[in-house]
């Protein structure tokens, strides 16, 4: 069985600015490995947490100190309540140290804004560095309600592209009487650029905030540092083929073919699907022997819906899913960002399903105990999302069956999901009445297997980059960041083994050096949360 092994990123070294809007953390980080699939089939909450083999490699580095966070019944003070997830790193990009393929960004550093809607816009900073990705920063001075709000964050420049997590600050009061503890600051999402010429901008972001909408513009400059001017070199030198992102994907005919190539193995290639109405859109992949590909599906908003890694036999994939008209995507990569290659996509569709047979209905009603909303379908049809800690039903129409299926909606790193895949099958239940009523329960056990949701306090100055089960076969550098000071950073669902565990390691140290160690055992049941909290930086 494969193991989702997410390769080591790189980071910047934190650094504080933009006083009076919050303390932001320039201390962004590269994820080189994406995409791995666990789906389990059924939902008996059932079974212990086994022994996971360790990797027979140990990493570099000490424990300074252990934060002796153990989880265990009645021992582990949890946070039942249901978390808002946060995008709490910067984007998927290539590995640090490529060759650059924005030259001279600070002179791009500056005030932009979109002519079409004028009266509000960016203020983008680039730092440039030697021997490491650029860092880029971002204030968006915006409305909401009538009132101006004030977003502000930081990543790393990948290529021509940068993504940063942005906070949200509110509460304060206007000197003398500022108060830096009255300041409130809220995970906003992400903000994407892609810089497309020296005057051009393609600007795009992905809120989790309630009340705020995924959007995207092309920005101009209003004034600029300039000096060395800029150049933007697209395709990078290396010669990738396909962008990195959703904003850069391919656009693709369907039906059609396309090819490709994976180089470096941390590549990722995206394309762009229309569809003009409901249909089953499939894709298959055909590559070279050396190269192992998988693949995600997303939604216009660059959220994974699907993914698939050896459906197609072998180490092929086959992605099929039923969708409605719209526009999606599809991402490519090696698993375990580990191999290389070039491949073929053939993309087809078919019409879509008919409607279930009439006469009998069926009320589903699932419970959904995971801290992230989960998708259910009936019988291969999408009933829609039940939400964290919630409760949906419906009523449909079905024929003398039902199966139900759900699926965790992940949370994502520029489209990359973030942690472990959940998803599940309940019985097959036969439809013998007019009438019938079904009631189904989500928790954080997959059949047999168990999976946790690191919770952390990070109550040190410096932001701290996380792995989940590190040294074992199932070791997951996520590249997530808990950022200095902030309460509730979640990244995923995780497989819990006896004998994992959860690291704390300084951004920029590429997963070495010090660390902050929490040994996890058992989770909270139903939620699976496992709270812990870091006092003291590694």
Same mark, same amino acid.
């Given at each position: ?39 389990? $089939?059924? *939902? ?5 947490? !086994? ?5 027979? /490699? ?13 989880a265990a019944p009645n021992g582990l003070l949890i946070d039942g309540r249901a978390a808002t997830p946060g995008l709490l790193s910067t984007p998927q990009a290539k590995a640090a140290q490529t060759a650059k393929t924005l030259i001279n960004p600070r002179s ?19 730092? /440039? ?9 971002? =204030? ?22 940068? $993504? ?15 108060? +830096? ?16 010429? &020296? ?7 992905q809120p989790v905030v309630s009340g705020f909408s995924a959007g995207s513009l092309t920005a101009q400059p209003i004034v600029v540092a300039g000096g060395s001017p800029c150049q933007v070199t697209n395709p990078p030198p290396s010669g990738d083929d396909h ?90 990569? $090696? ?46 049809? =999408? ?7 919630? *409760? ?14 759900? /699926? ?12 472990? /895949? ?40 410096? +932001? ?15 590249? &997530? ?30 997963? $070495?050096? !010090? ?6 055992? *058992? ?16």
């Amino acid at each position: 069985m494969k193991r989702n092994h997410c390769l080591p990123g790189a980071g910047a070294r934190a650094t504080r600015m933009l006083r009076g809007i919050g303390r932001v953390l320039l201390g962004g980080i590269v994820v080189t490995g994406i995409f791995a699939a666990d789906v389990s $089939s059924s *939902t008996s909450n059932s079974g212990a947490a !086994p022994l996971e083999a360790a990797r027979g /490699e140990d990493l570099t580095g000490s424990v300074p100190w252990n934060a002796g966070v153990v989880a265990a019944p009645n021992g582990l003070l949890i946070d039942g309540r249901a978390a808002t997830p946060g995008l709490l790193s910067t984007p998927q990009a290539k590995a640090a140290q490529t060759a650059k393929t924005l030259i001279n960004p600070r002179s791009l550093s500056g005030l932009w804004f979109d002519p079409a809607q004028d009266g509000h816009g960016f203020n983008f900073t680039f730092v /440039e560095r030697e021997g490491a990705n650029d860092i880029f920063a971002v =204030t968006w001075y915006v409305y909401r309600n009538g009132a101006q709000v004030w977003m502000a964050g930081s990543g790393e420049v990948v290529g021509n592209a940068a $993504s940063a997590q942005v906070v949200l600050t509110s509460g304060a009061q206007f000197p003398p009487a500022f108060n +830096p503890a009255a300041v409130n600051r809220q995970a906003w999402g992400t903000i994407s650029i892609e810089v497309e010429s &020296c005057s051009r901008i393609r600007v795009s972001w992905q809120p989790v905030v309630s009340g705020f909408s995924a959007g995207s513009l092309t920005a101009q400059p209003i004034v600029v540092a300039g000096g060395s001017p800029c150049q933007v070199t697209n395709p990078p030198p290396s010669g990738d083929d396909h962008g990195n992102s959703c904003p850069s994907a391919t656009t693709v005919a369907v039906p059609g073919s396309i090819g490709g190539a994976i180089s470096p193995a941390s590549d990722a290639d995206f394309f762009r699907v229309n569809l003009g109405g409901a249909t089953t859109l499939t894709v298959t992949s055909t590559s070279a022997s050396s190269l192992d590909p998988l693949a995600v599906l997303f939604d216009s908003n660059c959220v994974a819906i699907a993914s698939d890694d050896d459906g197609g036999g072998g180490l092929q994939f086959r992605l099929q899913r039923a969708l409605s008209a719209g526009t999606y995507f599809v991402g490519v990569g $090696s698993f375990a960002g580990a191999t290389s290659g070039s491949y073929q996509l053939t993309f087809s569709t078919t019409s879509a399903p008919p409607p279930p047979p009439s006469g009998n209905t069926a009320t589903v009603a699932v419970t959904n105990q995971l801290i992230y909303p989960i998708i259910v379908r009936a019988n291969g049809n =999408t009933l829609g999302q039940v939400a964290a800690g919630g *409760t949906a039903s419906q009523t449909i129409s079905v024929g003398s069956s039902l199966t139900v299926t759900f /699926e965790l909606v992940r949370p994502t790193l520029s489209g990359t999901p973030l942690g472990n /895949e959940m998803a599940g099958t309940f019985q097959t239940m036969s439809i013998t009445a007019p009438t019938n009523s079904f009631t189904y329960t989500v928790d954080n056990v997959i059949g047999t297997t168990p999976y946790f949701a690191p919770r952390v306090n990070n109550n040190t100055n410096v +932001p701290l980059l996380m792995g989940v089960n590190m040294g074992l076969s199932s070791e997951n550098r996520c590249n &997530c960041v808990a950022p200095a000071f902030q309460q509730n950073t979640v990244f995923g669902y995780y497989r819990l083994f006896s004998n994992s565990n959860v690291r704390g390691y300084r951004t920029g140290s590429n997963y $070495s050096g !010090p660390f902050i160690f929490w040994n996890v055992s *058992t989770a909270e049941v139903g939620t699976g949360i496992v709270r812990l909290t870091a006092n003291i930086a590694p």
